[in-house]
């Protein structure tokens, strides 16, 4: 046996030993924490590693990444910083010039956000604004929320009867079927070269954020099968839990599924609806700013009851993409017809999740908490599109204030896994800390203790791994754990007027780095995975 043991940093452990500054670890397996002097004594011929006052703590989970879109926001065009529909373009040429690839895909532009001296500045790129600036070459743009794009005529053209689809629009940016048909002939002409590079890329992106497990939520409108099943010939240190989008309605189809995909789970982005920024989300009302528009149902029911039950009974994970309030209710509605066939404890056992679930009231939270449901969840969504004149307000109007309701949810006994949707969002797990702690709507926010609870063990509980070890730091858990550079280590609670016992030197909490606005967010220096180290910061 080879053990390692850490000293002279700042571990996060368990209130049994809050002040702890070494681990040792034998065979990627945590075997003991402590203080420096002990360890030392205990472990006389361990390699001995100084922490040069480091703070170690467990690493992280991202419960909710497409990877290749991920590695292409990377490597490719990203239009997440554009800030008018001039500045989108310009950013599209300059790419152009410089890419021989066969399709151009370019992600994360935000007409939301969007203003300039120009006319329609603030409106999305068009087919002939596209076609201006690219000639005759395939051009795929998403939204930022990857539930529309904007697409060239030499793409429109790949997709047969394109013009019949629903949600098709001449010059306009598409959604739904159109949206979901053009995507996968812009898929069709990645190579199997670009798109293994991108993954890998994305892969080593999570390590340098302290990331050691993604899981990756692929289906036939995302990613596609041969995106999804290569995934499965990675060769990398980050873990990949897969799950595959595809509604079933028998035990036999779930596991046939399950076999032929190779998949985790049969969910992930299993649409039920679409986003809000996009206005595909399912709304029980009507969108402020679209009146008569109420988004997108792509599963009823009768639909969902019948997946939830064939995955139960198959004893597999299923999960669904909801995030309108229209698509919640459905789910909770056929989430509690199965309950009463099945009972709640077999579907507690499957863990089934819910991605997004951002209009959840208190009595399907209830609902949820009951059938053990793991609600994976996007806080930096908050952060980017939450607050006085943002989306949410533009889109919802009074109702914006109920989103992602961390708060609601945690009190009900929904499990939180927190994620970033990359590539919606960047991979930043601290930043997503600091989201969820400082809300928009303060009432809805949680600790960051909670938080990063849920983006350690959650993000294991939420991928099937709840062993009441994975994702701390204490004897007998796996050596997952990164280091990091931090300034202040601090105590906090959800919010400002909030007391409790748990800010309270007495309580022997251990403290994290400080996450209020304001603050340097950690930076990590080194990552590893069961023992092995899969992140170096480079060195100047």
């Not at 909710?64 to 800030?83: E, I, P, S």
């Not at 629009?169 to 002409?189: F, K, S």
């Not at 799950?243 to 032929?260: D, K, M």
């Not at 800390?433 to 509980?461: E, K």
Request: charged fraction near 20%; charge should be negative.
């Amino acid at each position: 046996m080879t053990t390692q043991l850490l000293v002279g940093g700042m571990v996060y452990s368990s209130p049994a030993v809050p002040d702890a500054t070494a681990l040792a670890i034998t065979d990627g397996v945590v075997v003991w924490v402590g203080t420096d002097d002990v360890g030392r004594a205990l472990h006389p011929d361990a390699e001995v590693v100084d922490l040069d006052g480091h703070f170690v703590a467990p690493a992280f989970v991202d419960s909710h990444v497409h990877l290749t879109d991920m590695g292409l926001r990377l490597t490719g065009l990203d239009l997440t910083d554009a800030t008018s529909r001039t500045d989108c373009l310009d950013r599209l040429a300059a790419h152009v010039a410089d890419s021989d690839q066969a399709i151009v895909w370019g992600l994360g532009w935000d007409a939301s956000t969007w203003s300039g001296d120009r006319p329609d500045d603030d409106m999305p790129p068009t087919t002939d604004d596209i076609d201006r600036v690219a000639g005759g070459r395939p051009v795929y743009l998403a939204r930022v929320d990857e539930h529309s794009a904007a697409a060239s005529t030499a793409l429109r053209e790949l997709v047969h009867g394109i013009e019949a689809a629903t949600g098709f629009d001449a010059q306009g940016p598409l959604v739904a079927d159109a949206h979901h048909r053009v995507r996968a002939a812009a898929r069709a002409l990645i190579t199997p070269e670009a798109r293994h590079d991108a993954q890998i890329k994305a892969l080593d992106h999570a390590a340098s954020r302290g990331v050691v497990a993604v899981h990756e939520n692929g289906g036939p409108d995302i990613s596609g099968v041969d995106d999804f099943r290569s995934l499965a010939d990675l060769d990398h240190g980050v873990t990949v839990r897969r799950y595959w989008g595809q509604p079933v309605s028998t035990l036999e189809e779930a596991r046939a599924v399950v076999s032929a995909m190779g998949a985790d789970g049969i969910g992930g982005d299993l649409f039920v609806d679409g986003a809000l920024g996009s206005r595909t989300a399912w709304l029980s009302a009507e969108y402020s700013d679209a009146p008569g528009e109420f988004g997108v149902s792509y599963l009823d029911e009768e639909t969902i009851a019948n997946h939830l039950r064939a995955t139960t009974l198959a004893g597999v994970q299923a999960g669904f993409h909801v995030i309108g309030d229209g698509a919640v209710a459905a789910v909770a509605a056929a989430m509690t017809l199965v309950a009463d066939e099945l009972g709640t404890p077999a579907l507690a056992r499957c863990a089934h999740r819910l991605e997004h679930a951002e209009m959840v009231t208190a009595e399907q939270a209830e609902v949820f908490a009951r059938c053990g449901v793991v609600a994976s969840m996007q806080p930096l969504f908050d952060d980017e599109w939450g607050g006085d004149d943002a989306l949410y307000i533009k889109r919802l109007g009074d109702r914006a204030p109920t989103l992602n309701n961390f708060a609601g949810l945690a009190k009900a006994g929904v499990a939180l896994a927190f994620s970033s949707d990359a590539p919606v969002c960047d991979i930043d797990p601290w930043a997503t800390i600091r989201a969820a702690a400082h809300h928009h709507t303060p009432t809805n926010a949680i600790s960051p203790r909670a938080a990063f609870a849920a983006c350690t063990r959650g993000g294991w509980r939420a991928g099937g791994v709840n062993d009441g070890l994975t994702g701390t730091l204490v004897p007998g858990a796996p050596a997952h754990y990164a280091v990091w550079d931090v300034d202040e280590l601090v105590v906090a609670a959800s919010h400002a007027g909030v007391q409790r016992w748990s800010t309270d030197p007495r309580s022997r909490v251990p403290a994290l780095p400080d996450v209020a606005p304001g603050a340097r967010l950690p930076e990590c220096v080194r990552t590893v995975a069961a023992g092995v180290t899969i992140y170096e910061r480079p060195t100047a």
